[in-house]
């Protein structure tokens, strides 16, 4: 395992790369945490180690305000989540070892990878949201973002669900996001895993996502909840065979 940074326009993302035993030339995976999450989570290190044994090296990084990489947290918002995304995969798209680029990440790290599969599309050979909190932009157009309502047409300047604090920039930021768009520019494969007892992010997300996709599957976990944590040996295992599927 490599531990770096990354730069993104000044910002330094805390990152780690691990490599399959013995790998030479090969695949790499991207993979990006959630809101209030982090690359040690259990469910990150489970689709981690799931990659590394279908023998994808992966490319974890913390994304602003998140981890050990630079900003705070209450400044964070998905325009500073794009750019930093679009600086990790410049840097792996320059990597001698790099065959095929994939991208994956859960909940909101889900979402960004939604958008950032559109916006480089020619880039990755699949991308695979883990579930995605691709409901973020319409919840924050709808005027409920972590269960605090406000008045979405006068945003106030923080709001607090009392454990954590966000600036009303990452409404704002959010409430301007279409999904749907870097959805549909989006052609090749997707994979998303999604817990069916999720109460964080609703599971009928997932079933619209896979719909609205050229060319989707959805694995669903029975039973299980946002972070996977009551059959992460299943989440593990649909990403280690989809790899093995698919390279
Ligand atoms: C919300 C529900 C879920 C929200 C964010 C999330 C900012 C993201 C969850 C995650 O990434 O795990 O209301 O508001």
Not at 24 to 29: M, N, V, Y
Not at 161 to 188: K, M
Not at 214 to 237: P, Q, V, W, Y
């Amino acid at each position: 395992m490599k531990e770096f940074y990354i730069n993104s326009d000044g910002i330094r993302l805390h990152s780690k790369l691990d490599r399959p035993e013995g790998a030479e030339k090969g695949p790499l995976c991207i993979l990006i945490h959630g809101f209030t999450g982090h690359m040690e989570e259990d469910h990150i290190i489970a689709a981690k180690d799931a990659m590394i044994s279908a023998g994808v090296s992966v490319l974890r990084v913390e994304m602003y305000g998140h981890g050990q990489s630079d900003g705070e947290f209450k400044d964070h918002t998905l325009y500073k989540w794009v750019t930093n995304a679009l600086s990790v995969v410049a840097y792996a798209k320059q990597l001698e070892f790099v065959t095929d680029l994939y991208l994956s990440g859960h909940s909101q790290g889900g979402l960004l990878t939604m958008l950032i599969g559109g916006m480089c599309c020619d880039d990755f050979k699949s991308i695979i949201p883990l579930s995605p909190a691709w409901m973020i932009p319409e919840i924050s157009r709808a005027g409920n973002v972590l269960g605090i309502p406000y008045d979405p047409d006068h945003i106030p300047e923080s709001i607090t669900n009392g454990d954590v604090v966000l600036s009303g920039d990452y409404i704002r930021v959010a409430q301007t996001i279409h999904v749907e768009d870097e959805i549909s520019r989006y052609q090749g494969p997707v994979l998303i895993i999604h817990g069916d007892a999720d109460d964080v992010v609703p599971f009928s997300y997932a079933e619209k996502a896979v719909e609205l996709y050229n060319n989707a599957k959805l694995i669903s976990i029975h039973g299980d909840d946002h972070c996977f944590t009551r059959h992460l040996n299943e989440m593990h295992d649909a990403i280690e065979n989809y790899f093995k599927s698919i390279y």
